[in-house]
């Protein structure tokens, strides 16, 4: 997914307690997103937090482990981090390309029960092939994670609910693909520059302070 297009946020509808908005790529400006639509997006309890978590502004990351753009993205997002200290990103697991990445998303949301998501997370997206079970498992035990009992929290129901949360956010808010960052108001699809994505976040921080 080598396009990368702006998307710019118009009103819909999320089932019956959150308005989620959709992107509209035809608006001029970013209409505010609804206070419902930023606490599911940006404050799930089911959803790892990398950067600061008190920090004053969050951007969203939608990826997949077999996606290669989220790949390369990796360096960026530890990078962007790093530079800035009121930055929270959150991650959303969002496994669009089958199986092998369905398994990927729940080992890895799994590994945050023995502290390593972060570890696991960037060993994932560094690895050399397709993630699927063997190969997932295989770095898995590199990072000395316990396969049993990540096997075993694969299944929990929080885990269901971050994987299903994030294909209803996507659809709701007709998103194209990953990777998909989104900050304030606006999100962007594909691979950024690092400069590409300290100029998201400051748009955003401009618009929320």
Not at 8 to 14: D, E, N, Q, V, Y
Not at 66 to 80: D, S
Not at 153 to 180: K, W
Request: proline share 6%; aromatic share 8%; glycine share 8%.
């Amino acid at each position: 997914m080598t396009t990368r297009r702006h998307l710019l946020i118009s009103a819909t509808a999320f089932g019956a307690s959150a308005a989620l908005p959709a992107f509209s790529q035809s608006a001029d400006r970013p209409n505010p997103m609804p206070p419902e639509l930023r606490k599911v997006l940006e404050r799930s309890p089911n959803a790892p937090v990398l950067g600061n978590p008190q920090g004053d502004v969050t951007l969203t990351e939608f990826f997949d482990y077999n996606c290669r753009f989220c790949r390369k993205m990796l360096g960026t997002i530890q990078a962007l981090v790093t530079s800035d200290p009121q930055l929270r990103v959150v991650y959303r697991e969002w496994p669009v390309f089958g199986e092998g990445s369905e398994f990927a998303s729940r080992a890895s949301l799994a590994s945050l029960e023995q502290g390593s998501y972060w570890q696991f997370h960037a060993a994932l997206l560094g690895m050399k092939g397709q993630a699927v079970e063997a190969t997932v498992m295989r770095i898995a035990r590199e990072v000395g994670l316990d396969e049993d009992k990540l096997r075993k929290d694969m299944e929990a129901p929080h885990i269901e609910e971050h994987i299903a949360t994030s294909f209803a956010l996507a659809d709701h808010m007709g998103l194209m693909g990953t990777p998909t960052f989104i900050a304030g108001d606006e999100g962007v699809f594909g691979e950024m520059s690092l400069t590409e994505t300290r100029e998201l976040v400051a748009r955003a921080r401009a618009t929320l302070g």
